[in-house]
């Protein structure tokens, strides 16, 4: 885990949220309110809901600011065949078995909100900064 990253153990499963990627697509808040909830500290509470729900929620975050793993030590199993889809706003979003390679390294992932006009400062992750993430809020 990376220091950007913020652990929330529940007991049957652990949610992860690296805030420099979440873009306010707000998947987590609208899918399951009770256990994604902002005006609260902590603001994730896992074991607000059964596990299974939580992940699907967790999936439903397009840019991959939310990663999940259950008690079991397993976790989101990418998408087959990988898939890239240029969204509204021109970013796109990558859904499969993922190598990103970053400033920080590489690492693997399931999914992915990449900026496709390179005016991010968080290469090569969307943050909304440059005209591929101006209209609309896709991740």
């Given at each position: 885990m990376s220091a950007q990253q913020k652990s929330y153990a529940g007991q049957n499963i652990e949610v992860t949220?690296?805030?420099?990627?979440?873009?306010?697509?707000?998947?987590?808040v609208g899918g399951l309110p009770e256990v994604f909830d902002t005006s609260r500290r902590p603001w994730i509470t896992p074991d607000a809901a059964d596990a299974s729900h939580v992940a699907e929620v967790v999936r439903r975050c397009p840019s991959g600011a939310l990663t999940y793993r259950l008690a079991d030590g397993t976790g989101e199993e990418p998408q087959r065949p990988t898939s890239i889809v240029r969204t509204a706003?021109?970013?796109?979003?990558?859904?499969?078995?993922?190598?990103?390679?970053?400033?920080a390294g590489s690492?693997?992932?399931?999914r992915a909100l990449l900026c496709a006009c390179g005016a991010s400062a968080?290469?090569?992750?969307c943050d909304h900064s440059g005209p591929c993430g101006q209209d609309g809020r896709d991740g």
């Open positions: 949220f690296e805030p420099g990627r979440c873009l306010h697509a707000a998947e987590c706003s021109g970013q796109l979003a990558v859904r499969g078995d993922l190598e990103t390679r970053t400033g690492r693997r992932e399931t968080h290469q090569p992750y």
